[in-house]
């Protein structure tokens, strides 16, 4: 049976209840324009706030509501807020951006965040972010390394585009639509050609997108972003987690990335497939991650399996947090 969903609007705060959960979704006004950002979760300000941040070709719901929803991720659901960030333009319902409107750049963005954190009161968050969400995350928390405790990054690339992808892009642009331009950025050629019922779902539904446009303002904005000469000495203070899917468009960008970041604070895991549309490893990886953080009390024992490469998870997390922090533990 449907659960049955009740909205109240009041202001610019919608809030929906379900038999489940409940979602407060808010417009935040920011520098560079209106961000819609749903809450969910334990609302525990003591702890940091689990800060997602889409891809292109989705938004917030689309992107993260399989992770959110499986039954393993519960045991984080409970004990964190969750907020979920979308692009300008990208939520469902977005007003469609006029002809020759100056969309907001990766970097506007990115400067966009710390508007949310104030609107909510939030001293630091966790940050998830895929593809463009994960660019766009790695921005801010290079800018505002003090409001950002921990980093999962899926599916990045920090890097500018070459000469030689710039010319691959115009290539495109005159011979694929713009939902297949997309799906060959959110997912590997194999799965591309398997043509699965989850690729079929996805093309149908940026195709039909009533936001097209808004959609490949934000694609356009990415393709168009800078190089953040991310290096040893220029690089992350909280731990990373860098998470790519296996064969996926950016594996090697994700594997150049991690060779530029600290390696006893950054782990690495390779997931196969898609990691955001099947979320059992990276649910399990997420957690040992929250636990190397110095919050081992609110993930049970018995909640992670033991050993492995995702056991190291835990150790890479713990080793760039003070004192203060691991008393937690």
Not at 228 to 252: H, S, W
Not at 263 to 276: A, E, I
């Amino acid at each position: 049976m449907i659960p049955q969903i009740v909205c109240v609007a009041e202001e610019s705060v919608v809030l929906v209840f379900t038999m489940w959960f409940s979602l407060a979704e808010h417009c935040v006004e920011t520098s560079h324009g209106v961000l819609h950002v749903t809450v969910h979760g334990a609302g525990n300000v003591r702890r940091p706030a689990i800060l997602t941040f889409h891809d292109v070709g989705m938004d917030s719901k689309s992107c993260f509501s399989t992770l959110f929803k499986f039954e393993e991720m519960q045991e984080i659901v409970k004990n964190f807020t969750v907020v979920h960030v979308d692009a300008p333009g990208q939520e469902d319902g977005a007003a469609i951006y006029p002809a020759g409107y100056q969309y907001a750049t990766m970097d506007q963005i990115s400067d966009m965040l710390p508007a949310v954190l104030q609107y909510f009161n939030f001293r630091t968050i966790i940050g998830v972010g895929v593809g463009a969400g994960a660019y766009i995350l790695s921005k801010f928390t290079l800018t505002n390394p003090e409001a950002v405790e921990g980093l999962v990054l899926i599916n990045v690339d920090t890097n500018a585009r070459g000469w030689m992808d710039w010319a691959a892009q115009k290539l495109s642009n005159l011979t694929s639509s713009l939902s297949d331009q997309i799906l060959s950025h959110l997912f590997s050629q194999e799965e591309m050609s398997a043509n699965t019922e989850l690729i079929q779902t996805h093309k149908e539904r940026i195709a039909k997108a009533p936001n097209l446009i808004n959609i490949e303002l934000f694609w356009k904005s990415y393709q168009g972003r800078r190089d953040l000469n991310i290096e040893r000495n220029n690089t992350f203070k909280c731990p990373v987690m860098l998470v790519v899917g296996d064969q996926a468009p950016y594996e090697e960008a994700a594997v150049e990335c991690n060779s530029k970041l600290d390696p006893t604070t950054t782990s690495f895991l390779k997931v196969c497939p898609s990691p955001v549309f099947h979320p059992s490893k990276l649910t399990e990886a997420f957690k040992y991650f929250i636990q190397g953080m110095g919050y081992s009390k609110i993930i049970s024992e018995g909640s992670c399996d033991s050993g492995g490469i995702i056991a190291n998870i835990a150790e890479s997390s713990k080793n760039t947090l003070a004192p203060s922090v691991l008393k937690r533990k």
